[in-house]
């Protein structure tokens, strides 16, 4: 169900996705939910993407991809998850809960949802450009590896990592090294350490670079994992939202993003 009003100059658009999904019995109910949680966002946004837009093309386009191994579903998950389509200005999870036919090797999860989302004019600056490179993405739990970013003009980087259950942190930069600006052709260079919660045997982590003309305030507020004593393994759900509003505080005219999958693997 799509409700459309305006408020002010801008035209929000509330969303309400109901579904059912099913999940074999290997899969925690806590998992089922996030799962759950990813699709019924991603569905809300998919009905705010532009129709001049098509989702695998501009996937392929922004997207760093190393050692043939890329998973094209969680790749979209965070797509639809950032500014491409739309902003979610708040979102509630109205029911939720897990059903267990009997004598069954699978389990239901429902789950009802509204979203209140602004639909944006997708507009992309060709002029910007950022080049990734990454040493690795098969990558072992404690594992590091070199991150090489090589603008071609001045501008502002901030990285964050995608969580597999699609909350966000804050990689770069950091309260220790708050200067953001990297310079036209020069590479930045970092070496950063693969980390995945003890509990998985192999996770998806998406970092997600944007580079902007101008600064964008407000990298401050997301958790991150600058302290290996105290390590976090999800940000929470509110860091979805968090990350919407950061976006939305800068011109997607004035800057650039691309991601890379990182995959890792307990020893």
């Known amino acids: 169900m799509s409700i459309g009003y305006l408020f002010g100059a801008e035209k929000y658009v509330t969303i309400e996705v109901d579904t059912v999904k099913i999940y074999p019995l290997t899969i925690s109910v806590a998992e089922a939910r996030i799962k759950t949680l990813q699709e019924v966002r991603q569905v809300a946004l998919e009905r705010a993407l532009p129709q001049d837009i098509s989702l695998t093309t501009f996937i392929s386009s922004f997207s ?9 579903q969680v ?29 069954s090797n699978f389990f239901e999860y429902r789950m009802k949802y509204r ?7 997708t507009i992309y600056n060709s002029e910007l450009d950022l080049k990734v490179q990454l040493s690795e993405t098969l990558l072992k739990n404690n594992e590091q590896f070199t ?28 309260l220790h090294y708050p200067e953001s600006l990297i310079i036209k052709d020069t590479a930045w260079k970092q070496t950063l350490t693969a980390v995945t919660s003890p509990d998985k045997k192999h996770s998806i982590e998406t970092l997600y670079f944007v580079f902007s ?11 991150s994992n600058n302290n290996f004593t105290e390590l976090i393994f ?15 505080r800068s011109d997607p005219n004035k800057r650039v993003e691309k991601m890379a999958q990182l995959h890792i693997f307990q020893e």
């Open 147 to 174: 991150l090489e970013l090589t603008p071609n003009q001045d501008g502002y980087l901030y990285i964050f990592d995608f969580l597999p259950d699609n909350s966000v942190l804050v990689v770069y930069p950091t």
């Open 115 to 121: 979203a209140t989302i602004l639909p944006l004019k």
């Open 64 to 72: 760093v991809e190393k050692n043939n191994f890329y998973d094209e």
């Open 213 to 223: 003309e101008v600064p964008i305030s407000g990298w401050e507020n997301f958790k």
């Open 75 to 103: 790749a979209s998950s965070v797509f639809m998850n950032c500014c491409s389509s739309g902003r979610i200005i708040e979102e509630k999870i109205l029911e939720d809960y897990p059903s267990f036919p009997k004598k």
């Open 234 to 248: 999800s940000a929470g759900e509110e860091s979805f939202i968090l990350f919407q509003k950061w976006l939305g």
